[in-house]
């Protein structure tokens, strides 16, 4: 019991990282791929935010991934170890290829293909939901970010003071990241932590402490990359703009958090940096924008076949 134990908490950790080096460019990508911040500060604002939001309010969320998709009772340690690493293991592989993908689709996937190879009685009512988000999201997100673009372009313009106005755009982008860091410890620790909670093996508050910790490591060891793609590979992005697009996508994972429903920061920030690539007239990267969503389809029914091998091999190993 020792040994499982001491593997579920490692599994939950390198979920968390991955989480951490791919999603936390959701929360500070812009502010980096505007020069606002560098890549050091945003980690630790990231660090900071994520654990508040993990502690407060990850609860929500980690319910409806331990709970809302498989009934209560058929979720075991051993199980949440295979949706956990499922998840891993293709988020690792999209972090070392630049790519945002969704780690919470990825989580949803690990956990609907253990469900499916265990033939437990999945809750669609629930996972219909949950997809329903994940396509509002990104689009709610586009649109807020276009209009808090132009009311904040209006009053910028107002100002004649250069200096009010450079400690304006560091306030703005420090307030956006971390209102979206705070998101993404809200909603995306739960997706590493939701399975192990869901089989009983930690209560939600030190979950979300466990998670959010694992998560600011991966954030500053390996985050970069992806950071890199968010903040300047998808259009070209302003103080203005960065903030806007924070700020959109984060009242997006809000809504969701209110829910209680796994949505995407990765999904809701690309959206957002779209409508304001759209509003300021400076266009998106299509190539970029189709790699991107080719990763956001692929993510949850990759992970599905990957729970799937994994739950068989562990069955001939005899660990099941």
Do not use: C
Request: proline share 3%; charged share 10%.
């Amino acid at each position: 019991m020792e040994a499982l134990a001491m593997a579920v908490l490692a599994v939950g950790f390198y979920i968390a990282w991955n989480i951490g080096a791919n999603d936390s460019a959701n929360a500070m990508g812009t502010a980096v791929g505007a020069n606002i911040l560098t890549f050091k500060q945003a980690t630790l604002t990231i660090a900071v935010f994520v654990l508040v939001g993990a502690y407060l309010e990850g609860y929500k969320v980690m319910k409806t991934v331990g709970r809302g998709i498989i009934p209560e009772g058929y979720l075991t340690l051993h199980l949440a170890i295979i949706a956990l690493l499922a998840a891993g293991v293709w988020v690792t592989i999209a972090t070392i290829k630049g790519l945002p993908v969704s780690t919470t689709q990825a989580i949803i996937g690990g956990v609907v293909g253990v469900g499916i190879a265990i033939n437990a009685p999945l809750k669609w009512y629930t996972l219909t939901k949950i997809a329903g988000a994940w396509i509002l999201s990104p689009v709610i997100a586009a649109f807020v970010s276009a209009v808090l673009y132009k009311i904040y372009g209006k009053i910028i313009n107002r100002m004649k003071s250069i200096r009010n106005i450079e400690l304006l755009y560091k306030w703005l982008a420090v307030m956006g990241g971390s209102y979206m860091a705070f998101n993404f410890g809200a909603n995306e620790v739960a997706n590493a932590t939701g399975p192990i909670v869901g089989a009983g093996f930690i209560e939600p508050k030190m979950a979300g402490i466990f998670g959010a910790l694992s998560l600011a490591l991966g954030a500053l060891t390996f985050s970069y990359a992806v950071m890199h793609t968010v903040g300047k590979e998808i259009t070209s992005l302003g103080p203005i703009s960065a903030f806007a697009a924070q700020f959109g996508s984060a009242m997006a994972v809000s809504a969701a958090n209110i829910l209680g429903l796994p949505v995407s920061s990765s999904q809701a920030i690309v959206g957002g940096v779209m409508g304001v690539g759209l509003a300021t007239g400076q266009g998106i990267n299509r190539d970029i924008i189709k790699d991107i969503i080719f990763g956001w389809v692929a993510t949850p029914l990759t992970a599905i076949f990957i729970a799937l091998t994994l739950f068989e091999l562990f069955s001939f190993a005899g660990f099941l």
